[in-house]
């Protein structure tokens, strides 16, 4: 019933054509960036960067707002703070020998603090900024399609031309460096990977939705797959499966589709991995 209320909707509506066009686009970003983040061990990582985006959403909406300055917009605050984030977390624990854990987790808390500074410095209530953290798969815009569109292309020339060296140093920094592998840049390409996969994508789905689409589907292909092309490929076809699952649930009872998706996402994870006992890749 749901799914046959749904396609006839999706004929009439041109939000839910706009919305499954970005669950499509950004499958593709998730799975592949997820499985080298699940491969390093770095799922902490999608969380710390997510959470930094509101430091630099809260700073420009500071300047806009109290001192006027208009040439800021969001995504240039968030873009900034997510990639500085990643430089920061990539430098402690590369040239200090910190635990990239501890980095993450240090990073995440200073990021959400300095946000919330801010946003309690900005006078009124932040509804755009909100509405920007929190997003929704149902608003987004072909501007925003053009803009994970072109996500795609740079992850996916991105890989094609590193995955060697990526999949090397996500293993182990030692075997990569016998491997002839120049590991630091490498580490911060994939932690820069990894920013922009999940700033540009809060915007259209929200925090919290970024880092599961991140982690779980390629946790969940990790399950099956016994290589690294089989493992980004069923990530992104759990990242597609659930997004479009989600639309489709949330659809009939007018659910948050975000949070719809989520749970979706949570369940099948948990119901896969008390299944399929085994290793994959890691």
């Known amino acids: 019933m749901f799914l046959s209320d749904f396609l006839q909707a999706v004929g009439q509506h041109q939000f839910l054509q706009m919305a499954l066009m970005a669950g499509l686009l950004a499958s593709v970003p998730c799975g592949v960036v997820g499985s080298f983040v699940v491969i390093r061990r770095i799922s902490y990582m999608a969380g710390a960067i997510a959470h930094t985006v509101l430091a630099g959403l809260g700073i420009v909406n ?3 707002v109290v001192h006027d300055v208009t040439w800021l917009t969001p995504m240039m605050g968030a873009v900034t703070a997510a990639l500085l984030a990643a430089f920061i977390v990539g430098l402690v624990s590369l040239k200090l020998k910190q635990r990239e854990d501890t ?7 200073m990021g959400m603090a300095i946000g919330i500074v801010f946003i309690h410095l900005t006078p009124g209530y932040g509804t755009d900024l909100m509405s920007y953290l929190f997003g929704n798969i149902l608003m987004v815009t072909p501007a925003d399609i053009k803009l994970i569109l072109a996500l795609d292309v740079v992850v996916l020339g991105t890989v094609a031309l590193f995955h ?3 999949l090397a140093i996500c293993f182990d920094d030692e075997y990569a460096r016998l491997r002839g592998v120049s590991v630091a840049p490498f580490h911060f390409l ?4 990894t920013a922009l996969t999940v700033v540009l994508l809060v915007s259209v789905v929200g925090i919290i939705l970024v880092i ?3 982690t779980l589907p390629a946790a969940m292909a ?6 690294l092309w089989r493992l980004m490929g069923l990530a992104v076809v759990f990242c597609l499966l659930l997004t479009t ?4 649930i949330s659809y009939g009872p007018d659910l948050p589709s975000g949070a719809v998706t989520i749970l979706l996402t949570g369940s099948a994870f948990f119901v896969t991995a008390l299944l399929r006992k085994g290793r994959g890749v890691v």
């Open 245 to 248: 699952g989600g639309l489709v």
């Open 103 to 109: 980095v993450i987790g240090a990073v995440w808390a």
């Open 212 to 214: 599961a689409l991140l």
């Open 190 to 193: 994939l932690l820069a990977l």
């Open 164 to 166: 060697r060296q990526l």
């Open 62 to 64: 500071y300047l806009q």
């Open 222 to 227: 990790n399950l099956f797959a016994r290589n």
